[in-house]
């Protein structure tokens, strides 16, 4: 059974950063696309990262690049999310998933209970 362990997320001021992480059991983590999707109150889930298992490609939404990185550590089973120059925007539940391919697609498979991420004005 898949397990994550997210933490990092909190309050900040716009402009601030924070840094995620998630920590995975309960699969071969090497193998697998990872990454995170956040869904704000009332509004849809985003796509926001993801980083592939086959050659480390990442993905980026729109709205967080050049502001969040991605990256991952097999040794330790865990994928991180550093948020740069966080905006009002940000503010959402952000949830660590995995898809169970090695390159990103579009569907996760499975995915964290999510972590609260608050940025204020």
């Known amino acids: 059974e898949a397990q994550f362990v997210e933490s990092g997320g909190g309050l900040v001021q716009a402009g601030g950063s924070l840094r995620l992480s998630c920590k995975v059991s309960?699969?071969?983590?090497?193998?697998?696309?990872i990454g995170w999707f956040r869904q704000a109150p009332g509004k849809g889930r985003e796509g926001v990262s993801c980083i592939s298992a086959s050659d480390g490609s990442t993905y980026y939404a729109d709205s967080v690049k050049e502001r969040f990185t991605i990256s991952r550590d097999n040794a330790k089973s865990t994928v991180y999310l550093q948020m740069n120059k966080s905006e009002p925007e940000d503010t959402a539940v952000y949830h660590c998933a995995v898809q169970f391919k090695p390159r990103c697609g579009h569907e996760y498979d499975y995915w964290g209970q999510g972590i609260q991420v608050t940025v204020s004005s």
């Open positions: 309960g699969f071969s983590f090497d193998d697998f696309a």
